[in-house]
């Protein structure tokens, strides 16, 4: 058969479960969910997804899927609302959007704002999924033949890679990280029935749930540091201005700054550590550099707006490529959703692409639905969007705890559980005080044990040799890149220190 | 002392105790495995202590501490500890519609009236969800 049929037979597999009215029904959920904790600062989609990992626990892992590709999606669509509207960018990855689209709101173009940042992700998000279905079964076919040593090496390349995101201060996304391998450690041993690091207590021995995990320093962590926060008030909402719709001369000016966004977001998303926010950034200071007037960024020009916002929609759509054919997330969301295969006893990777298929494809086939939901729903809803941001803030962070604490528990009917969680919340509190990184430890937590385990089984294979890791050329190639992405941006920053 | 060395010489503390852990992590005689139980730890433990000495070097840009209102984080985390101990005790119905109402207090809402109406709604949506729909088991405490 050839490729081009085989694609066919997985998208026609992907759509009849992405079009099932309960997985449809789930899609539309997700989008409406993930546009709201866009707009509500704060929450973002891996607390969300986070929150929600118990209670799907007893659904289709296809549905479940579903819902969380939604929300990935619509979160990326919904902080930008808020930035264009209020200048309160709902993610860190709309804090671009906000520059521009805060200056042509103030302008009465609020409307025009809005619309460049709709159908750019629309645009940006459709065409990251064709790539994501194009680019992941190539990977799958380039992944077969790897054994423990490159999983090994991938794996060591996406701590790294999310470590050196910590920008000025590399020491703590470092720390950060190797503090969520150590936490991986707790537990007994598969390989030998040791027990680690669990002093006694009964409930450690089968080491720390992801969930827990996650729900700890995420939804439970961003809880208290927000709680902590002196009180600051945003803008005056704006009034809108304006049809929501472009002039042929905003049409003129976004479409190329969606086609660039598109480009520089799903290939910042593929890349382990740089997700949805350098995404953004990136856009942002590539379109500034081809403006003809750049003088006009930050006091309205739509490309500002334009294309930040395909590209971190893009940048999602990226980021699930090493995640379903390699296994590896690269970033916080990511790693949340590899959680949520593990919690289902899946492990993405070449294997799932061939004995899951009906899921891979129906989370595609979702994708692209999803993206439809987003624009069909959005435009009409926005007022809706805005007036979410009336919701009280103490009432919102009440009801994350008892989410949190009501979820955990339900997991083991353990009260244990959700101690754990609380003591991760407090750790997570102070780790933002300090400036320490929460999604390097996430992942570490996440990728630890498998690293563990890829790592021995190597050695096992190499009889105790250590110099498999590189001798064997695609292992020892994603190390060197693992390296390097670590010593580059500090030997960068040395000599910007000399200037 | 920078807040960073502070942070350093509490993490390098850390870091040692969980070193000394994996130090402890007992090696069976004739193991069959290449890479005992204890290596990957001990490679973490080594990366910890590393890594939280290097954040008591001076960095370029001195790291500032964000405000905090410590009071209000404090009353909020006992408040939560309460509330994950009132479920052992009455139950979910009645300790979650409770913490609801002084948790937003807490968080400066002065809204009694439309806090408590919210609460019982939360409280019964949540039930709701949990109980009903998905068949999940909710802490009873003593009272249910």
Known sequence: MSALAQLGDNLALGFSAALAPLNLLLGLAGVIMGTAIGVLPGIGPALTISLLLPLTFGMDPVGAFILFGGIYYGAMYGGSTTSILVRMPGEASSVMTALDGYAMTRQGRGGAALATAAIGSFVAGTFATVMLMLMAPALVEVALGFGPTEYFALMMLALTALSGMAGHAPAKGAFATFLGLAIGTIGIDLQTGQARFTFGVPGLLGGLNVVIVTVGLFAVGEVFWHAAQPRTSGEEPAQLGGPVRLTREDWRRSVPAWCRGTVIGFFTGVLPGAGATVASFLSYAAEQRVSRTPEEFGRGAIEGVAGPEAANNASAGGSLVPLLALGIPGSGTTAVMLAAFQMYGLQPGPLLFTQQSGLIWGLIASLYVSNVLLLVLNLPLIRVWVRLLQVPRSLLFAAVLVFATLGVYSLNNSVFDVVVVYVLGVMAFFMRRHGLPLAPTVLGVVLGPLLEQHFRRAMAISGGDPTVFFTRPVSAAILALAVAVLVVPAIVRARAARH | ?144
């Open chain 2, 1 to 144: 002392m920078s807040p960073d060395q502070r942070l350093a010489a509490v993490l390098i503390a850390g870091g040692a105790a969980y070193l000394v852990g994996a130090f402890q992590i007992g090696t069976l005689a004739g193991q069959y495995a290449a890479v005992g139980p204890r290596v990957f730890p001990l490679i973490v433990g080594v990366g910890l202590l590393g890594t939280a000495a290097w954040m008591a070097v001076p960095t370029a840009v001195p790291t500032q501490l964000p405000p905090v209102r410590w009071r209000v984080a404090a009353a909020s985390a006992f408040v939560f500890l309460a509330y994950i101990g009132a479920l052992q005790v009455v139950g979910y119905l009645v300790a979650t519609t409770v913490f609801i109402v002084v948790e937003s207090r807490l968080l400066g809402s002065r809204a009694w009236t439309r806090d408590a109406i919210v609460s019982l709604a939360i409280t019964a949506a949540v039930f709701g969800v949990f109980r009903l729909l998905l068949g999940l088991r909710l802490p009873a405490g003593l009272l249910g």
